[in-house]
């Protein structure tokens, strides 16, 4: 064999019936190549990262997450206690306390009539659609559970999120369950989102003010207390350039993973491999990171159920 080339070999891989989720990752893992590859070690890192103790786990939570199916997985990771800080846009936190209020997320068509849905009080994202309704509920209940928890007239985000988590009853509730476990939410972009556009109407009527600098003093207290930092990234965006950005404080993330379907071509941060964040010492030179490029809604469930079964063992029936 030419003396520049790996020794390994790339193993076909196999599939049976009965096969579990880890398995076929291991078949994937023994592949080694192209996304199999990528997958299985995403699924390495992520397993390595939950039970190391002394890392520091941020979930960076972009794109629909909970729209798209995510919430109870990402809840049950909190309850767990496997991850340490959310970072997530607006939406998802909206999405969230839709489906707190008993609203549901609808499975539609892929090409509908737009004008139609408008008219009749139904918004999509992509083939997901959700009633107006639900977002005239959302108003209400947020301006009921704001007078009920507020006791001063300026918050910083995560201590009003934590606020109004504790007021849901909802145990698959991403907000709630953080609320209940200590887990913080940071939402930097919370503004971008219909939660946030409630909570500036509320602030108009009754003068509420976030304090993002305490946020921002929150985030890095945890950094700086950290032995070591893991980033789960599924998408990209602000919650992405957030988690690695307070990182960079110091020195950078030691692992991280993301999911993405964006490409680097253009130079977007979302579309970034996170080898390009050793560049500004947001991940560290010998850190261990993999870029996924596919659906996170698709990927990451598989690479959680692989861990957790590589964690805690086969689940038995």
């Given at each position: 064999?030419?003396?520049?080339?790996k020794k390994?070999?790339?193993?076909?891989?196999?599939?049976?019936?009965?096969?579990?989720?880890?398995?076929?990752?291991?078949?994937?893992?023994?592949c080694?190549?192209?996304?199999?590859?990528?997958?299985?070690?995403?699924?390495?890192?992520?397993?390595?990262?939950?039970?190391?103790?002394?890392?520091?786990?941020?979930?960076?939570?972009?794109?629909?997450?909970?729209?798209?199916?995510l919430?109870?997985?990402?809840?049950?990771?909190?309850?767990?206690?496997l991850?340490?800080?959310?970072?997530?846009?607006?939406?998802?936190?909206?999405?969230?306390?839709?489906?707190?209020?008993?609203?549901?997320?609808?499975?539609?068509?892929?090409?509908?009539?737009?004008?139609?849905?408008?008219?009749?009080?139904?918004g999509?994202?992509?083939?997901?659609?959700?009633e107006?309704?639900?977002?005239?509920?959302?108003?209400?209940?947020?301006?009921?559970?704001?007078?009920?928890?507020?006791?001063?007239?300026?918050?910083?985000?995560?201590e009003?999120?934590?606020?109004?988590?504790?007021?849901?009853?909802?145990?698959?509730?991403?907000?709630?369950?953080?609320?209940?476990?200590?887990?913080?939410?940071?939402?930097?972009?919370?503004y971008?989102?219909?939660?946030?556009?409630?909570l500036?109407?509320?602030?108009?009527?009754k003068?509420?003010?976030?304090?993002?600098?305490k946020?921002?003093?929150?985030m890095?207290?945890?950094?700086?207390?950290?032995k070591?930092i893991?980033a789960?990234?599924?998408?990209?965006?602000?919650?992405?350039?957030?988690?690695?950005?307070?990182?960079?404080?110091?020195?950078?993330?030691?692992?991280?993973?993301?999911?993405?379907m964006?490409?680097?071509?253009?130079?977007?941060?979302?579309?970034?491999?996170?080898?390009?964040?050793?560049?500004?010492?947001?991940?560290?030179?010998k850190?261990?990171?993999?870029?996924?490029?596919?659906?996170?809604?698709?990927?990451?469930?598989?690479?959680?159920?692989?861990?957790?079964s590589?964690?805690?063992?086969?689940?038995?029936?």
């Amino acid at each position: 064999m030419n003396k520049f080339l790996k020794k390994e070999i790339v193993y076909q891989m196999n599939v049976k019936p009965n096969m579990t989720v880890l398995e076929l990752i291991e078949s994937m893992g023994l592949c080694g190549v192209l996304g199999a590859g990528r997958v299985a070690k995403a699924s390495k890192i992520l397993v390595e990262m939950f039970a190391d103790k002394g890392c520091t786990v941020f979930l960076a939570l972009a794109g629909p997450a909970v729209a798209g199916g995510l919430r109870n997985i990402v809840s049950s990771l909190v309850k767990m206690k496997l991850i340490d800080a959310i970072v997530t846009n607006g939406a998802n936190l909206t999405h969230d306390l839709i489906e707190a209020l008993g609203f549901k997320h609808l499975r539609g068509e892929e090409n509908p009539d737009d004008v139609q849905l408008s008219f009749k009080g139904v918004g999509r994202i992509g083939n997901i659609y959700i009633e107006e309704e639900a977002f005239k509920s959302l108003e209400k209940n947020i301006y009921d559970i704001l007078d009920k928890v507020l006791e001063k007239k300026v918050y910083p985000v995560y201590e009003l999120l934590e606020k109004i988590g504790l007021h849901i009853n909802d145990e698959n509730s991403i907000l709630a369950s953080a609320s209940k476990n200590g887990i913080p939410i940071f939402s930097p972009g919370i503004y971008d989102s219909m939660l946030g556009l409630h909570l500036w109407m509320y602030s108009r009527l009754k003068g509420l003010s976030l304090d993002f600098n305490k946020d921002m003093g929150k985030m890095y207290d945890i950094i700086f207390s950290s032995k070591r930092i893991g980033a789960i990234i599924l998408g990209g965006g602000l919650p992405k350039h957030f988690t690695l950005g307070a990182s960079m404080l110091k020195g950078g993330v030691d692992a991280a993973i993301q999911i993405t379907m964006d490409r680097a071509e253009a130079g977007s941060l979302s579309g970034a491999p996170l080898e390009e964040a050793i560049s500004w010492k947001k991940a560290k030179v010998k850190s261990k990171l993999v870029t996924v490029i596919g659906d996170f809604t698709i990927i990451f469930p598989l690479l959680v159920a692989s861990a957790l079964s590589s964690l805690y063992g086969e689940v038995k029936k």
